[in-house]
Nanobody
């Protein structure tokens, strides 16, 4: 059983920073992709950033230069450092684990990020 637990959300003023963390437990493959997605009320869930177990990263254009994704394979964690936050970054942020061959994606419960103007 795979479990993802996020932490680090909260309320911050525009221009501020937050760091999200996600810890994975259970049957975790050595080769996988972890990432962060976000969903604002009434909108679809969109990719924010992804990182492979080899360290290859991919970012949404809207966060490039402001957000940085990182991971610790030994600890099975992924983090998202968010700087220069904007009100439009307000959303529920979800951690993703994509394990090739597992037949499914795994999601965390979500953590709320609210950026006030």
């Amino acid at each position: 059983q795979v479990r993802l637990v996020e932490s680090g959300g909260g309320l911050v003023q525009a221009g501020g920073s937050l760091r999200l963390s996600c810890a994975a437990s259970g049957d975790i493959f050595s080769i996988n992709t972890m990432g962060w997605y976000r969903q604002a009320p009434g909108k679809q869930r969109d990719m924010v950033a992804r990182i492979t177990s080899g360290g290859i990263t991919n970012y949404a254009d809207s966060v490039k230069g402001r957000f940085t994704i990182s991971r610790d394979n030994a600890r099975k964690t992924v983090s998202l450092q968010m700087n220069s936050l904007k009100p439009e970054d307000t959303a529920t942020y979800y951690c993703l684990l994509d394990q090739p061959g597992s037949g499914r994606d795994y999601w965390g419960q979500g953590t709320q990020v609210t950026v006030s103007s």
